[in-house]
């Protein structure tokens, strides 16, 4: 079992801060600090340009990939760590699609996340030869899975409203037709059980600064499936993916499995802050989490419905069909957040009017639901939200 009041006790939270808002940029890990000092000191000042053999940092990517792989159900070997999500996206999107030289058509939905789409737009913008990013209604994808679908690119778990897709069951009809499967894990990975090799997924990439709490900027990771891996096109040529970095050859020539897929320098700080991350997950059973998770959840929807009626549920009722974050429409959903997060509760708010908060049992328990329901039901029924100062949107909202 785990033991969630050890996983609270491995974080630095503010006093009187009740945060959730992990689904968008995780806290700090209290061991992190220790962790990136002993990559600048005694690493990094005594070793120098040493420290890339006697001290690992080269071979951070993949070790740290097979700790990845471990906790999403995929194969040893398969994953690697490095850029941004954005990039490793972009990179399993381009490879899938050259292993689907006939066909045009990327399939992903509305809810996906913006960047994703972005990526996809680019991508075929520069591909040509009528390639296109075909975006349909969540809830409409598995009817539009077809023999002209290439690639069928899906975040598992809305990022707006937490809505969560059937992985299994929607990689074995892209199958069917021939098409290859792209899925973003950002919302999944560490919110959720993932079995990439038991749902029979071709390509997943995910982040680790939401769930995981590896820090803002903290890199991206990509898997490629064991048929996929020894020809996937890299699409993103970088030194470090190449079979012999260190020769300095002119011409690219890929290195064998997912290593191909790294592409510049690993950001040696930042991975040395993620593994002080996942040493915390090494002492977590996702089961665990994922019940946790759910019990939370139910309890806050609960708590918001019997005493926030201005409150209207964006999230799936049902929780095996939600991730780990539940999320509620209001019209003034920003200025409501903005007096949340002044009386110390701290969520989110995502267009045109989704108030959005995540639940992350390694630090948020009971107690700390039933508070955030009192303080946004005062806020609620006593409309102290209608503040001109609430209303004023900054850049990051």
């Given at each position: 079992?785990?033991?969630?009041?050890?996983?609270?006790?491995?974080?630095?939270?503010?006093?009187?801060?009740?945060?959730?808002?992990?689904?968008?940029?995780?806290?700090?890990?209290?061991?992190?600090?220790?962790?990136?000092?002993?990559?600048?000191?005694?690493?990094?000042r005594?070793?120098?340009?040493?420290?890339?053999?006697?001290?690992?940092?080269?071979?951070?990517?993949?070790?740290?990939?097979?700790?990845?792989?471990?906790?999403?159900?995929?194969?040893?070997?398969?994953?690697?760590?490095?850029?941004?999500?954005?990039?490793?996206?972009?990179?399993?999107?381009?490879?899938?699609?050259?292993?689907?030289?006939?066909?045009r058509?990327?399939?992903?939905?509305?809810?996906?996340?913006?960047?994703?789409?972005?990526?996809?737009?680019?991508?075929?913008?520069?591909?040509?030869?009528?390639?296109?990013?075909?975006?349909?209604a969540p809830?409409?994808?598995?009817?539009?899975?077809?023999?002209?679908?290439?690639?069928?690119?899906?975040?598992?778990?809305?990022?707006?409203?937490?809505?969560?897709?059937?992985?299994?069951?929607?990689?074995?009809?892209?199958?069917?037709?021939?098409?290859?499967?792209?899925?973003?894990l950002?919302?999944?990975?560490?919110?959720?059980?993932?079995d990439?090799?038991?749902?029979?997924?071709?390509?997943?990439?995910?982040?680790?600064?939401?769930?995981?709490?590896?820090?803002?900027?903290?890199?991206?990771?990509?898997?490629?499936?064991?048929?996929?891996?020894?020809?996937?096109?890299?699409?993103?040529?970088?030194?470090?993916?190449?079979?012999?970095?260190?020769?300095?050859?002119?011409?690219?020539?890929?290195?064998?499995?997912?290593?191909?897929?790294?592409?510049?320098?690993?950001?040696?700080?930042?991975?040395?802050?993620?593994?002080?991350?996942?040493?915390?997950?090494?002492?977590?059973?996702?089961?665990?989490?994922?019940?946790?998770?759910?019990?939370?959840?139910?309890?806050?929807?609960?708590?918001?419905?019997?005493?926030?009626?201005?409150?209207?549920?964006?999230?799936?009722?049902?929780?095996?069909?939600?991730?780990?974050?539940?999320?509620?429409?209001?019209?003034?959903?920003?200025?409501?957040?903005?007096?949340?997060?002044?009386?110390?509760?701290?969520?989110?708010?995502?267009?045109?009017?989704?108030?959005?908060?995540?639940?992350?049992?390694?630090?948020?328990?009971?107690?700390?639901?039933?508070?955030?329901?009192?303080i946004?039901?005062e806020?609620?029924?006593?409309?102290?939200?209608?503040?001109?100062?609430?209303?004023?949107?900054?850049?990051?909202?």
């Amino acid at each position: 079992m785990t033991d969630f009041a050890w996983t609270r006790d491995q974080f630095n939270l503010p006093e009187g801060v009740i945060y959730l808002d992990g689904n968008s940029l995780g806290p700090m890990p209290k061991a992190t600090p220790a962790r990136v000092q002993q990559v600048m000191e005694p690493e990094w000042r005594d070793q120098l340009i040493g420290g890339w053999v006697g001290a690992g940092w080269h071979l951070a990517p993949e070790r740290l990939g097979d700790r990845i792989a471990a906790m999403i159900g995929a194969e040893a070997g398969h994953v690697v760590v490095g850029d941004t999500l954005s990039i490793k996206i972009y990179q399993a999107l381009a490879a899938a699609l050259a292993l689907r030289p006939d066909r045009r058509v990327i399939l992903s939905d509305t809810g996906n996340f913006p960047s994703d789409l972005y990526m996809a737009q680019g991508l075929a913008h520069t591909l040509g030869n009528g390639t296109r990013l075909k975006t349909v209604a969540p809830e409409d994808v598995p009817e539009h899975i077809t023999d002209e679908v290439a690639v069928l690119m899906l975040t598992e778990v809305d990022y707006r409203t937490g809505r969560r897709h059937d992985m299994k069951a929607l990689t074995a009809k892209a199958h069917e037709v021939g098409a290859i499967t792209v899925w973003d894990l950002a919302h999944s990975f560490g919110a959720l059980p993932v079995d990439l090799a038991g749902c029979g997924a071709d390509f997943a990439a995910g982040c680790t600064y939401k769930y995981i709490n590896a820090g803002p900027g903290a890199p991206a990771f990509i898997y490629v499936a064991p048929e996929h891996a020894g020809r996937a096109c890299t699409a993103l040529q970088g030194w470090q993916g190449h079979d012999a970095p260190f020769a300095f050859e002119q011409d690219y020539r890929p290195a064998t499995e997912v290593v191909r897929m790294r592409v510049g320098t690993p950001p040696v700080l930042q991975l040395a802050a993620l593994e002080a991350a996942l040493d915390i997950w090494e002492q977590v059973d996702m089961n665990d989490i994922r019940a946790r998770s759910i019990e939370l959840c139910e309890r806050f929807i609960a708590g918001v419905e019997a005493r926030c009626p201005q409150l209207r549920l964006a999230s799936p009722r049902a929780a095996a069909q939600r991730g780990s974050q539940v999320s509620f429409h209001f019209d003034e959903g920003y200025a409501a957040m903005q007096a949340l997060i002044a009386r110390g509760v701290i969520g989110d708010f995502r267009a045109p009017d989704i108030m959005r908060f995540g639940f992350t049992p390694l630090y948020i328990g009971p107690e700390d639901v039933d508070r955030a329901v009192e303080i946004l039901a005062e806020i609620m029924n006593g409309d102290l939200w209608d503040r001109p100062e609430y209303k004023v949107k900054a850049i990051i909202t």
